[in-house]
């Protein structure tokens, strides 16, 4: 049983942040693009070919807040479009290490900020108040996680012609209260799922 609210939910679990870290250190970008992706949705598009690495300090650098850095990398487009929105969710979850622990402090001994804007309207100042945020956005929420469970249903990922079932699974979901039963229930009545008969399931 759980006791710390830090843990509660995906956002807390040590497979998703592992999953999303580095091997040395945590990436903000990968556990941003992550929850952009599968939680609310909405995929950040490939970055360009000529987008340059993230900088790493040398050996006799000073090593710059994870913050500074990312403020660094996105200083200029092409960069800032998708990173302004990105890295601050990713920050959010910077109070766990790269295999998911606690950590109050990085290891130079710099406190962890994780405050930050979520689609620069929802502030939060730690982590429960992020995933709180996301549920704001019940909506967007929600047509991610019917999209979801409408492609596990099918045995294969959302065509463009699902797009008229799947918006009408999240608009019966939402009116009634984002029941879980009720999107259940319109996933296994929606055409998609008794027909089988888009294209893409033959690919």
């Not at 994870?66 to 479009?81: D, T």
């Not at 995933?131 to 045995?155: N, P, Q, W």
């Not at 699902?162 to 999107?183: C, H, N």
């Amino acid at each position: 049983m759980l006791t710390d609210p830090n843990r509660f939910g995906l956002l807390g679990k040590g497979g998703i942040l592992v999953m999303t870290a580095l091997p040395n250190r945590t990436s903000p970008v990968l556990r941003g693009k992550y929850v952009l992706e599968v939680l609310l949705g909405t995929p950040p598009p490939l970055p360009p070919a000529n987008v340059p690495p993230f900088k790493e300090a040398g050996d006799f650098e000073k090593v710059q807040s994870v913050r500074a850095r990312l403020e660094q990398h996105r200083a200029v487009e092409p960069c800032r479009s998708c990173h302004q929105i990105m890295d601050p969710i990713g920050i959010a979850m910077e109070n766990f290490d790269p295999v998911g622990r606690w950590r109050d402090h990085y290891e130079n001994g710099r406190k962890v900020n994780p405050a930050g804007m979520l689609f620069r309207k929802h502030t939060f100042g730690n982590v429960i108040e992020f995933k709180d945020a996301i549920l704001v956005e019940k909506v967007r929420f929600t047509h991610a996680f019917a999209s979801h469970l409408l492609s596990y249903a099918l045995g294969r990922k959302i065509a463009a012609t699902d797009a008229p079932a799947l918006d009408r699974i999240v608009s019966k979901t939402v009116g009634a209260d984002y029941s879980m039963q009720k999107l259940i229930h319109e996933v296994t009545q929606s055409v998609p799922f008794l027909s089988k008969g888009s294209a893409a399931s033959k690919e």
